[in-house]
């Protein structure tokens, strides 16, 4: 079994977790392939018997790689999709940070989780991503996101207007200091801090959530991930954010944007014991009264 390990940076409060993991995987005999970053600073913790292998963008990944592990938060994890794109490598998050309602797999439950993995007892989730086209090339050979794509003022205080339309009708113009469109994955994201509704991973929809809006009467609505999703700005700047997941562009406001469902998927690892309804009650704390 090829498996890649990738984290973006950590601690020194995280190597014994790390090394734990690392180590209950090798007992495996599990042949590692390291992101190089995280191996430059793993080898000066950790004592490797031989050199493992290591991989700076999905194009060094090894064709036979069985799956990948992201150590650390969500965030973490978000960076991973752009090293899988459409490779369909399955992907695992353990939690080394905070929430983590993708790395859902705690640290106390790592070893666990190897063993389901190496026994075969897991389930494989197919997550949508959505696609973004523009008229000028940003977020070069990437362009999709796992969980939401973004706009929002930049240079200025005041708001901006975003135009938006769907297959080409005009939908709203939202007055506000960003907009934020959602996967059913990344509902439970900066969505819904937003005060977006939580949505199943398996529902065909977009959520289509402003940030700070001037009007009252506007909410987050749901659509369908057929429709095109397209948007102009306008602003008292000449400049705004676009974001994919935790990446970032500057954008002119005469850029034209339009989203839509990602041709491919990401296979996300689910260990039996756990489930998206396990997940957001232990996440959301859903039916805990601090009264009993």
């Keep these: 079994m090829i ?57 060094d990944l090894p ?19 752009s090293f899988i794109g459409d490779s369909n490598i399955p992907l695992i998050g353990i939690n080394l940070g905070r929430l983590g309602f993708l790395a859902a797999v705690s640290e106390n439950e790592a070893a666990d989780a190897i063993e389901s993995l190496v026994r075969g007892s897991y389930t494989i989730e197919k997550r949508s991503l959505l696609h973004l086209e523009s008229s000028m090339p940003i977020f070069k050979d990437a362009p999709f996101a796992l969980n939401e794509f973004t706009l929002h003022r930049k240079d200025s205080s ?40 939580v949505v199943f991973p398996q529902t065909s929809s977009f959520v289509i959530t402003p940030v700070a809006p001037h009007n009252l009467s506007t909410r987050p609505i749901i659509v369908p991930d057929d429709n095109v999703i397209s948007f102009e700005l306008e602003g008292r700047t000449d400049h705004f954010l676009c974001t994919l997941d935790s990446r970032t562009e500057t954008i002119p406001t005469s850029i034209q944007l339009a ?33 009993n």
């Design 63 to 81: 064709l036979q790689t069985d799956m990948l592990i992201s150590l650390g938060g969500d965030g973490t994890m978000l960076d991973t999709v």
């Design 158 to 197: 005041s708001m901006i207007k975003i135009h938006t339309y769907l297959n080409g009708e005009f939908l709203n113009t939202y007055w506000a200091d960003g907009l934020i469109v959602a996967t059913p994955t990344g509902s439970t994201g900066y969505s819904l801090s937003c005060g977006g509704p």
């Design 3 to 59: 498996v890649a390990v990738y984290n973006r940076t950590f601690g020194k409060e995280d190597i014994p977790a790390i090394s734990k993991i690392l180590s209950a995987l090798q007992a495996h005999k599990i042949q590692l392939v390291f992101y190089k970053d995280f191996y430059n600073q793993l080898k000066e913790c950790f004592s490797f018997d031989e050199t493992p292998a290591f991989f700076t963008s999905r194009l």
């Design 259 to 291: 989203v839509k469902k990602e041709n491919f998927t990401i296979s996300l690892i689910r260990p039996d014991e756990h489930n998206f309804l396990k997940t957001i009650r232990q996440k959301l704390y859903w039916g805990i009264d601090r009264r």
